[in-house]
């Protein structure tokens, strides 16, 4: 990987600028602009997918640094309703979030629904989780729904591959992904705001993913994602098919890895050149009680923790262990009390939020995969070396 | 009522500081000193039952100008257990919270326990609500739980009279709550910093009140409750019953009204010189969608909020109504999410703490019966000269 030739004006309305290319490892960091603001890469988006940030507000997720977020366009078009947000002036305005916001399709949770949906060349019917009601998402309807709520980055509507899929089915598949990534091209009304991007499939088969890699970024759009990882299959096959797939990905755009959140994935996709991550992670676990130190993930509900006074991770900086105890946040995750839920939902956010400040620090200083073996070698996750960068 | 005679020095860690008695009125604003610095009054202490003000940060509570919050012995004592959070280094160290607190006696909740518990002469025997085993709550044991926890104000350990209580019933009752003072006070060990307040109880007769005043403030403490109100009665009961007993209450030491946080009481106790307050309803009602405003109540989940981008209260100036409509707020409380709740909880404390601003504004101008008039007016929950003052 060589550094590409930058411009400051780019023709889409969020474009990548690369900063450095580390010269250990080939990893990149850049800067994402968007018309809410830039940010730099290699980045990690907080999921709000009901328009917040479980338990967070808006300025607790830019105090540490988030420059996007991402919102989920399944759950804010069932509930309130895309018109709502629309009339309320975007999702920007409507959740009080001034930087960046990128909106999945809706793909994933319709094909998630697994007893309630069909699919079909058209789209996916599928019933409502809320109220059982019938809809239809076809790409017409998800690009409008996001044209609605108005993010920056908006996804185009794709199967996501499930795990294990058969070379046929994969193929079959990421074939009509590509289909409908023409219709939401077509029916994208917001070029100039917002910028689409396509997502590469075809499961776990190396020569599907080149050749819709290939496929999709013959389409020319502001930027590419990698879609059908991370979801079930083996580590290496992850890194296989990155492997297969970023080379081919233009080094002028930026490139999302999706649903990608644990230290170690961040790390090894960062690795490969991969600029924008995002998932529930570190709230979801954060609300079961689980906090991510340097030292590995600690259950806060183990009666070990029931008289230690010391902060979650010695080693961090952030609001939660700067003023509060494991013993504290024991006994308000015990307690059931939301404020716990907070804390432990902040401190992994933090945490997560700081991992890629130090991701983008040591490819700054070309040193990487120095940085990989002293992080496994602490938080004890995937044992460096493992994963053997090419 | 007329103006008393103040020193700046006490011999009791908690003491009160006369500022103003309105000439309209009567009531009067002053100021309380704490070991965890001082506070305007009358005020309004939020509740934070479990060592956690429900969903707010300590940060957030502090910016609304709180000077003392309150927290539930009972609660504390079952979990995490007092010995716990006196290891942790008492409860402003545990819960990060360096203003003012007041914990109650642990009475009221084992009282409510009422299938679980019996009540003799030297305590109440109970079931914790957590597990079910069995527990003594004494004045003793109230009195070195709260020791342990290490709150500014400590309450004496006494019984909650329900309401109706026949006479006789009542007169036992604060007789034997006087000789559970009496135990309280022997036990007390950190009397230097930790303020012992007695609690006036007597049901609905005005005669066992006035009992109970004189013969509770015969034993000179830091400070006065009065309990047994707001627990049923109607509000011309309590409002008889305060006038029946504020007057015996010495003027030089705090004043307490338990439980009481609706607009209109807290406007009725501070018009018959009542200085503190406590009371879960904002943050309950907070939780359960309902928004105080100045117009009155408001349910959030109605449809009539669905596509209204107005604020909570158009007169508010909280955090809450600058950044976030009626819609936004209804969606995240449809949705259940947490932030919805942080958000009602917030703006509701924020209302109850503006209230005590403006009533001890409308004192110091001696015009509280003015003010109270023209709350009413727009907030049309009590009528003004419902509850005349005599």
Sequence with gaps: MTPVKQTNQSRFP?????????????????????????????????????????????EEIKGMGAGMILANTYHLWMRPG?????????????MNWDRGILTDSGGFQVFSLSD???????????????????????????????????????????????????????????????????????????????????????????????????????????????????????????VEMLEATVPILPADRPRYLMGVGSPDYLIEGSLRGIDLFDCVLPTRIGRNGTALTSQGRIIIRDAAYARDFGPLDADCDCYVCQNYSRAYIRHLIKAKEMFGLRLTSWHNLHFLSHLMQQIRDAISQDELLSFRESFYDRFGYVKAGQLKKK
Excluded at 152 to 175: G, R
């Design 14 to 58: 969020v474009w990548f600028e690369l900063k450095h290319v580390c010269r250990q490892s080939g990893a990149r960091t850049g800067i994402v602009h968007t018309p809410h603001g830039s940010f730099e890469t290699p980045s990690f988006m907080p999921v709000g997918t009901q328009a917040t940030v479980k338990g967070m507000s808006p």
């Design 82 to 94: 895309s018109d709502i947000v629309r009339e309320a002036g975007g999702l920007h305005t409507f």
């Design 116 to 238: 309630l949906r069909h699919i079909t060349e058209d789209g996916v019917g599928f019933k409502s989780h809320i109220d059982g009601s019938s809809h239809v998402l076809t790409p017409e309807k998800s690009i409008q729904v996001q044209n609605d709520l108005g993010a920056d980055v908006i996804m185009a509507f794709d199967e996501c591959t499930p795990w294990p899929a058969e070379h046929d089915y994969a193929k079959q598949s990421l074939q009509r992904t590509l289909r409908w990534l023409e219709r939401c091209m077509k029916t994208h009304q917001r070029s100039h705001d917002q910028a689409l991007f396509g997502i590469v499939q075809g499961g776990t088969h190396e020569d599907l993913r080149k050749i819709s890699a290939r496929e999709t970024c013959s389409m020319d759009l502001p930027g590419y994602a990698i879609g059908g990882l991370s979801v079930g299959e083996p580590a290496e096959l992850m």
